[in-house]
């Protein structure tokens, strides 16, 4: 199993630009969910979805949207990029049953 | 609301010292507890977990047993390795099935030789 994949691993943008963030994960898990990194913040969930066609907002979602249309992807799409979207993105899936998260190796996004 | 506090780091430790991170919870219902671990350039590796009052949660030498009554869940390991320098997250998940998982701060933990 490849487990949580994230593309790219690094993307500059500029003010405006929109881009999609790649998550995919191969244990056919139904919870999918995306969480930015800041210093000093830890992780902060940005949505999150229990199976596909299904998703929801987490503590920060504005700026954001994501869609569920297979249990493998969860992307997420930035339609309008802002400095204070500069960040570490992180993808995690996980098992109805288990608590607990696998993440992926995380995107690092700096929008100037 | 639910909140984690975690102590300050960053931590600076002599390798094979004992290793103590604070993490106590504010919950409005019973939660499960985790620690994680991320290491340079890498994601998050969930490290351990306990979903219920006075469980110990252990691997790779390190522990943590929930407490309910003080409402903590403390990471400790007898002797640390300069391999253990990483960050260290808390976290709490309260809403069994949803997986919205509550993130402390972080600690950032460096062991030097």
């Known amino acids: 199993n490849a487990g949580v994949t994230q593309t790219p691993k690094f993307q500059v943008l500029k003010t405006g630009q929109s881009m999609t963030l790649q998550c995919a994960q191969d244990m056919n898990h139904e919870y999918m969910s995306w969480y930015r990194q800041d210093p000093g913040m830890g992780l902060r969930l940005i949505h999150y979805s229990v199976g596909a066609g299904i998703t929801d907002q987490g503590e920060v979602p504005n700026g954001y949207n994501v869609s569920r249309s297979t249990t493998e992807d969860f992307p997420l799409r930035l339609l309008s990029a802002a400095p204070s979207q500069t960040s570490v993105y992180f993808c995690a899936s996980s098992y109805r049953q288990a608590p607990g998260q696998f993440f992926g190796p995380g995107t690092r996004l700096t929008v100037l | 609301g639910n909140s984690v506090t975690q102590m300050e780091g960053p931590v600076t430790l002599s390798e094979e010292a004992f290793l103590t991170i604070n993490c106590t919870y504010t919950?409005?219902?019973?939660?499960?507890l985790f620690w994680y671990v991320q290491y340079p350039g890498e994601g998050l590796q969930l490290l351990l977990k306990a979903t219920k009052a006075d469980d110990k949660g252990s691997n790779k030498g390190f522990e943590a047993t929930y407490r309910k009554e003080t409402t903590s869940f403390h990471l400790e390991k007898g002797s640390v390795q300069v391999s253990d320098s990483a960050v260290y997250f808390c976290?709490?998940?309260?809403?069994?099935?949803?997986?919205?998982?509550?993130f402390g701060t972080g600690t950032r933990l460096t062991i030097i030789p």
């Open positions: 919950a409005t219902g019973y939660p499960s």
């Open positions: 976290a709490l998940l309260l809403n069994f099935g949803n997986e919205k998982l509550t």
